[in-house]
């Protein structure tokens, strides 16, 4: 989702082909890395189930270190 917005940004604002290429590429392949990480976690959960819960916590620790940068990002982009 995060390239297909990137993409549409760059075709609104005008901004270039380059980019709007750029991340429209990135449409793709990141349907493909998913579908990846999906059938890894499958197998490797499939193989050692007690894992699952370290799965889980590496998923939330990852989404929350996104947040954060992205919230001290736009932070840091406001105070200029």
């Known amino acids: 989702p995060g390239s297909r917005r990137l ?3 760059f075709a609104r ?3 270039g ?3 709007q290429r ?3 590429e990135h449409v793709e ?5 998913e579908q990846l990480l999906r059938a ?3 197998d490797l ?3 050692e189930p007690e894992l699952a819960a370290d799965v889980v916590l590496g998923i939330e620790a990852g989404l929350l270190l ?3 940068f992205g919230d001290a990002l736009l932070r840091a982009w406001a105070q200029g």
Do not use: I, K, N, T
């Not at 392949?29 to 890395?33: F, P, R």
């Open 7 to 9: 993409s549409s940004a």
């Open 13 to 15: 604002l005008d901004a």
């Open 17 to 19: 082909l380059a980019g």
């Open 22 to 24: 750029f991340y429209g």
């Open 29 to 33: 392949a990141d349907a493909v890395h």
């Open 40 to 42: 890894g976690l499958r």
């Open 45 to 47: 959960l499939e193989r």
């Open 66 to 68: 996104e947040d954060r």
